[in-house]
């Protein structure tokens, strides 16, 4: 089991930048594919990236490609997206998840999820 906990949430105007943070609790951090979902308000929790277990194999969304970056560092057992170019559009809360199977775009897959974090971005 791993617990996580997202950090790096903030209001940010148009074109600024964030980064987020997800610590992981335990020992077993590396044998989890990583991934970023967001939910704004009266939406569907939505994929932004993913990452597997080694940072070898990266998978974004569409709409944040060329913007946004995920990585990991496992011996500081810390997920990362780097956020930059943000739009209003990116406002939503952010979570970090853990899937124990494999990388995935489908919030189904993933066994372990944060609190979240908000991300506000005004124009």
């Known amino acids: 089991q791993v617990q996580l906990v997202e950090s790096g949430g903030g209001l940010v105007q148009a074109g600024g930048s964030l980064r987020l943070s997800c610590a992981a609790s335990g020992r077993t951090f590396s044998r989890y594919a990583m991934g970023w979902f967001r939910q704004a308000p009266g939406k569907e929790r939505e994929f932004v990236a993913a990452i597997d277990r080694n940072g070898f194999s990266i998978y974004y969304a569409d709409r944040v490609k060329g913007r946004f970056t995920i990585s990991r560092d496992n011996a500081k057992i810390t997920l990362y997206l780097q956020m930059n170019s943000l739009k209003p559009e990116d406002t939503a809360v952010y979570y970090c998840?853990?899937?124990?199977?494999?990388?995935?775009?489908?919030?189904?897959?993933?066994?372990?999820w944060g609190q979240g974090t908000q991300v506000t971005v005004s124009s």
């Open positions: 998840a853990a899937n124990e199977a494999r990388i995935s775009r489908s919030p189904d897959e993933y066994d372990y």
